[in-house]
């Protein structure tokens, strides 16, 4: 029994793998219905077939199974080619944007020159296979080389220097937009020297359009994920809303020099000479937060999330506070926010719409299975463990303020494995955005001369 | 720009930067267009349906609960339906353990020790 708004992508799904279950549909949607609705949908007809919904349920295992049921057909994908037809460049492009390959804006094409030129990025054999994406978990994988990863930079607008972070970030095979009907949004970091030999932005305005290695490194992840994960709206990818995180990622670096705290991917077990790259995913980001550890906890404790975890990316100068507050590592924060952000369990309960965690109780699942249990006025920690919650260190010291969001760490890529032996390469004049002022004598930015206005003079007396 | 009639636009190639990379073919022409789209893995064999009851009467069908949530109360009308339609038919509501998203093989091993005839899980979406 699958709802009828899925019945096509159940069907497809199942052509793929060679196989026709019988499926039946009762109207969209379940959740949220009350029992008398249920009711009506059972007693009530498929509204694809017209058909008693029950007669087509108890048909569908009695009536015998027909030649075509006991021979499925596997509809097999043909192989790609490697180059396009011949055409005219307005109408490869519109070939593109029509097939659905780019995420609408403005793409470079892929031509053999470009991406032979973007290989050099990388010391990698072009033909090796960097990974397998799908964006379901039911889907068929695509598998990619370490060309098509460097046709895709092209798209984005890379430079052969950020191939090895896009290698990286595609050796991750985790997809930017993981196909659910809730909507994922994802985060891209970047640890480690790298960051600087590619100038990614990791201080001031890091998370805006002000920087090519944080645009186009982000950019390249859904691009990889629309052609290698197979990702077509309505299709393959159910979002309800969908999610604007989905274009670039949040992609930054962190801002090691000015953080007081580790860096993430050392607190993931590599060295701090490594450069890394970490994925997260999750749903909500919560922009503006002000104030110190006791506020950052008042504000998890209040931030509804289907999950349990919760990543904050911090300015330095929270970090420098935290530190002040006396919090010697992250963890030593992420500890205290933890212990302090507990809720009652009725009010957690209530938040809790989808019904995974009531589900994950019912099975037993701590903690969830003690928190069923205890008074509605109970106090509990939703995000039970310091291990959930992360804090990044990234922005330009112009306010102490802090982004809360609900993403999970899923997993860090080396990037150095990528790396050219020769060195990151750069191109002879690097192409770069204007970098984020820095100033520290307060006169950056301002012309050295300026032409003079003389003031208006007053009108003379009659 | 237009001018007399004729357009002056900006030119689109890139300028050469005496970087030379590689490619997989050679033989293609620099101007050649790569397909960015990955390759199918697909190496699956085709699963046939298995028989079909005569009939459900006396028969024992387990109602599998995917863990969607609705799903639960879902299966619990429609084991109330049996009994009020087909009081012959025996039924079991099971919660399929995990999540939605997972699979529960000790589940469908138990199901066909116990004597199931036929199974319904519902439901997705």
Not at chain 1, 33 to 52: K, N
Not at chain 1, 54 to 73: D, F, N, R, S
Not at chain 1, 91 to 98: G, L
Not at chain 1, 145 to 171: C, D, F, N, S
Request: charged share 25%; hydrophobic share 40%; with cysteine.
């Amino acid at each position: 029994m699958v709802t009828a708004r899925f019945a096509d992508f159940v069907e497809r799904d199942a052509r793929a793998r060679g196989m026709r279950p019988r499926f039946s549909y009762p109207p969209y949607p379940v959740m949220g219905m009350s029992r008398a609705v249920l009711r009506e949908y059972i007693e009530g007809h498929d509204p694809l077939t017209a058909r008693p919904l029950m007669e087509e349920v108890i048909g569908a295992l009695t009536q015998p199974v027909t030649e075509e049921e006991k021979h499925p057909k596997i509809v097999r994908k043909p192989r790609r080619p490697r180059l396009l037809a011949p055409d005219s460049g307005e109408n490869i492009y519109r070939q593109f944007v029509e097939n659905g390959w780019t995420d609408g804006l403005p793409i470079v094409l892929p031509t053999e020159d470009r991406v032979a030129e973007m290989l050099a990025g990388t010391d990698h054999a072009p033909d090796e296979i960097v990974g397998r994406m799908l964006i379901t978990p039911q889907q068929e994988k695509f598998e990619y080389t370490v060309e098509k990863v460097a046709a895709i930079a092209v798209m984005a607008g890379a430079r052969p220097e950020h191939l090895p972070v896009i290698l990286a970030i595609a050796a991750t095979q985790e997809p930017s937009m993981p196909s659910s009907t809730t909507s994922w949004g994802r985060m891209v970091v970047v640890n480690g020297p790298i960051r600087n030999e590619i100038d990614m932005n990791c201080g001031t305005a890091a998370l805006s359009p002000f920087n090519l290695a944080n645009s186009v490194i982000g950019r390249a992840w859904t691009l990889m994920t629309i052609n290698f994960g197979d990702a077509r709206a309505g299709e393959t990818f159910m979002a309800s809303l969908g999610h604007n995180l989905n274009y670039n990622n949040m992609c930054f670096g962190e801002n090691e020099e000015q953080s007081v705290f580790e860096p993430f991917h050392l607190q993931k077990g590599f060295s701090a000479d490594e450069s890394v790259v970490s994925v997260f995913r999750g749903w909500n980001v919560l922009n503006f937060g002000l104030g110190p550890a006791k506020e950052m906890a008042h504000v998890m404790s209040t931030f509804g999330s289907m999950g349990s975890s919760v990543t904050f990316v911090v300015d330095p100068l929270v970090a420098k506070s935290l530190r002040a507050e006396g919090f010697e590592t992250k963890r030593d924060a992420c500890k205290w926010i933890v212990e302090n952000s507990k809720v009652p369990a009725g009010h957690y309960w209530e938040g809790q719409q989808s019904g995974f965690a009531k589900r994950l109780a019912e099975q037993g699942v701590e903690p969830f299975a003690s928190w069923a249990k205890v008074r509605n006025d109970a106090l509990i920690a939703p995000r039970h463990s310091p291990d959930d919650i992360n804090i990044l260190v990234v922005g330009g010291e112009t306010n102490p303020m802090w982004i809360t969001t609900d993403f999970t760490y899923t997993r860090s890529a080396s990037i150095d494995q990528w790396r050219p032996k020769c060195g990151i390469r750069r191109d002879a004049k690097p192409l770069r955005m204007p970098a984020a002022v820095s100033c520290k004598d307060g006169l950056c930015g301002i012309p050295e001369s300026t032409s003079v206005i003389e003031p208006e003079r007053a009108p003379a007396d009659a | 720009m237009e001018q007399n009639g004729r357009l002056t636009v900006l030119d689109p190639h890139g300028q050469p930067t005496g970087i030379f990379g590689r490619r997989l073919d050679a033989r293609s022409k620099p101007g050649d267009i790569l397909d960015p789209f990955a390759q199918p893995t697909s190496d699956l064999k085709p699963a046939s349906l298995a028989p079909r009851l005569d009939a459900l009467d006396g028969k024992t069908v387990y109602l599998v609960e995917t863990g969607f949530a609705g799903s639960f109360e879902f299966m619990t009308e429609m084991q109330d339906w049996f009994a009020k339609n087909m009081p012959s038919v025996k039924t079991v509501l099971r919660h399929k353990r995990g999540t939605m998203f997972s699979d529960d093989p000790q589940l469908w091993v138990e199901m066909k020790s116990s004597g199931a005839d036929a199974a319904i899980l519902g439901v997705g979406g």
